[in-house]
């Protein structure tokens, strides 16, 4: 997170960002906000997973929202760059409000699943939504993707569907036998983290490619 942090700094203070128009910073700011929830959701779960079983079979629907939320945080810039015509105006500050919606909707949802009232039937519903949003989200981002035809896009497309794959049939534990790779790094839960972040990184190359920071910028912005 602290590493984040510095990225973000420097990369909201450097010159092509003040240059950008206000759609390209929206888009930005949205593209590293997605980056900075899952990280705390993530770090938030991972270390009060142990607290208690209650806890352990709750904590990871925050944990996947986070991940929801950088899927959704990120379909705006998608939009902005396939359909200039949406980069200003009313339409900019719909689709803005519908990826802040779609993050507000889901924290509800977690909320609700998080209290003891609510029954495992609902917390399972409300798991299915989530999944069942991302792939609708997924696909969108996918049919853009090919539009743009941009190698990050297509890359963290990629990565996205494969890590929700990897999630949601328990690969390789599936295959080898549940709790064969507890203690290895093919685990699925660690497979999907790699394949999340790695579809955060390819989705900031984008953001920052289109707002017009060098890929030789950033490696320089990590040095300081």
Not at 75 to 83: A, G, K
């Amino acid at each position: 997170l602290g590493v984040l942090a510095l990225w973000i700094y420097n990369i909201c203070t450097h010159e092509a960002f003040f240059a950008a128009t206000e759609c390209q910073r929206l888009a930005l700011y949205f593209t590293l906000s997605g980056v900075v929830i899952q990280k705390v959701t993530s770090a938030f779960a991972h270390i009060f997973e142990g607290v208690s079983l209650r806890v352990n079979e709750s904590v990871w629907y925050l944990d996947f929202w986070g991940v929801a939320t950088v899927a959704s945080n990120n379909t705006p810039i998608l939009v902005f760059i396939c359909i200039p015509a949406t980069a200003e105006g009313l339409a900019m500050r719909v689709i803005l409000a519908a990826a802040v919606g779609f993050a507000v909707v889901g924290l509800g949802a977690v909320i609700c699943a998080l209290s003891d009232s609510t029954s495992e039937r609902s917390r399972k519903l409300i798991a299915n939504s989530m999944y069942f949003a991302m792939v609708v989200d997924m696909t969108i981002s996918t049919y853009m993707a090919l539009w743009l035809g941009s190698g990050w896009t297509q890359l963290a497309i990629s990565f996205f569907g494969i890590g929700l794959c990897v999630k949601m049939t328990f690969f390789p534990e599936c295959v080898v036998g549940k709790g064969s790779c507890d203690c290895m790094p093919w685990h699925s839960h660690c497979l999907w983290h790699c394949f999340v972040n790695a579809a955060e990184f390819a989705y900031l190359m984008l953001a920052l490619q289109w707002v017009g920071i060098p890929f030789a910028s950033l490696n320089e912005l990590t040095m300081l």
